[in-house]
């Protein structure tokens, strides 16, 4: 029987590349109908999580080693991190055979309340790359769900990991998943009244560590492209607060304008091509865009207010923005192209930090009442305003790009405390620290990978 499967190949260059469907004659990959039952709601408040069942992945001669036993946990360690699934225990396993060429003994995975299994195999290439396979079955209904193949480099075997556990999620849940994607966020090291920050990257479960900058100069805010392996943030680099533009893969860095004034919080347009940031001049700040391929700059604000903070609508049309035009800092939306502000944000405290959701629907931000930091989100009308998590002080919401998880920088009272990388569910659960080697602060999420 001959069943169809993906394929995909993961280059060196890190970019994923769909290459054809075909078929595999063993006939072990199948991707059933979309109308397949298996499916996790998840827009509930309080979501019960699925159990699923992940055996260790298999190499080529059907035995379980080190880097086939590692993919796996990584995919385990995705999914329960994501709080919708709980991962059964291996030692409850009655079928150990996680061979994806051979139907599994559903009966043994029903008696441990398994809705879904997931079984893989990790395979060395005679020419050194890896092949990554696996399969997702509905338990009860004794049904594949899906199933895909991968080619990489062997170095990139966490990113297949990723890869998987979101193909996993997104096969479960009905949405895209957040597993293959990085985190830029300041490093700090130091005491407190004098901190070295670097700029960092890494995994978004904190594997691959690379530094970004040596620490010499002040860094602030750093943000991603939506387009590009490039990140916009503000520095002091020669004693002067400016924004520039860094190149993750070369290095290469670069001067957003020459402004007579500081330079801040800058942030990408939904197509990478402009950046908007708020520029300091006679004691106040208001909000500037520019083309970074021609230069060109347009004012969007004209106030004797401070203005910053500024962050695009996904679909390019508005910019939030804060401001203490009105008294107190507030949360405002305007057209990308400048012009009347709306204020949004009407409850008690100050609001700042303000962040579009990459689906359109909510903006988050950071909320001060009554000596407490509160992350929260609203609609993009200041309606429907819900609090996420409160402490000492919270800050620095930054999405995931399927607009379900937010990230934030969270630190104590006291000298010797520090900031650290928190992580929360759109619901308010699923509240966990990030793991990073130092403090930590400023996260920004990047895309999805190509």
Known sequence: ??????????????????????????????????????????????????????PDFVN?????????????????????????????DPASFIDLNAN????????????????????????????????????????????????QRFFTQPENWRRVAHIIADAIYERLTGEKGYFDTRVVFVDETGPKDNRTKRLAIMDQDGANLQ???????????????????????MSYANGRPQVYLLNIDTGQQEVVGNFPGMTFAPRFSPDGQRVVMS??????????????????????????SIDTAPSFAPDGSRIVFESDRGGSQQLYVM????????????GKGSYSTPVWSPRGDLIAFTKLLQGQFLIGVMKADGTGERILTAGYHNEG?????????????REARGEAAGPRLWSIDLTGYNERQVPTPNYASDPAWSPLLN
Do not use: H
């Open 1 to 54: 029987m001959l069943r169809s499967y993906s394929f995909i190949c993961l280059s060196r260059c890190l970019r994923i590349i769909p290459v054809f469907l075909c078929f595999f004659a063993a006939g072990v990959f199948v991707d059933q109908p979309a109308n397949a039952q298996l499916k996790l709601d998840i827009t509930r408040g309080n979501i019960q999580a699925m159990p699923v069942a992940v």
């Open 279 to 304: 520029l300091q001049q006679e004691g106040n700040a208001n909000i500037f865009l520019m083309d970074l391929r021609s230069k060109r700059t347009t004012r969007l604000t004209n106030s004797a």
């Open 100 to 147: 994806p060429d051979t139907m599994p003994r559903f009966p043994d995975w029903r008696v441990l309340s398994a809705q879904a299994l997931a079984v893989g195999r990790i395979t060395q290439e005679p020419d050194g790359r890896l092949r990554a396979e696996f399969r997702l079955w509905d338990v009860f209904a004794a049904k594949q769900v899906a199933g």
């Open 397 to 409: 919401p930054t999405w995931a790009p399927n607009g379900r998880v937010l990230m934030f920088f």
């Open 60 to 88: 080529g001669l059907g035995q379980v080693d080190q880097l086939s036993q590692n993919v796996s946990r990584v995919i385990v360690s995705d999914l329960q991190r994501s709080g919708l699934f709980r991962s059964i």
């Open 335 to 346: 057209p990308a192209t400048g012009g009347a502000a709306q204020r949004i944000s009407f």
């Open 211 to 233: 530094y970004l900058t040596s620490g010499g100069d002040l860094v602030l805010t750093p943000r991603f492209s939506p387009s590009r392996q490039e990140i916009t943030y």
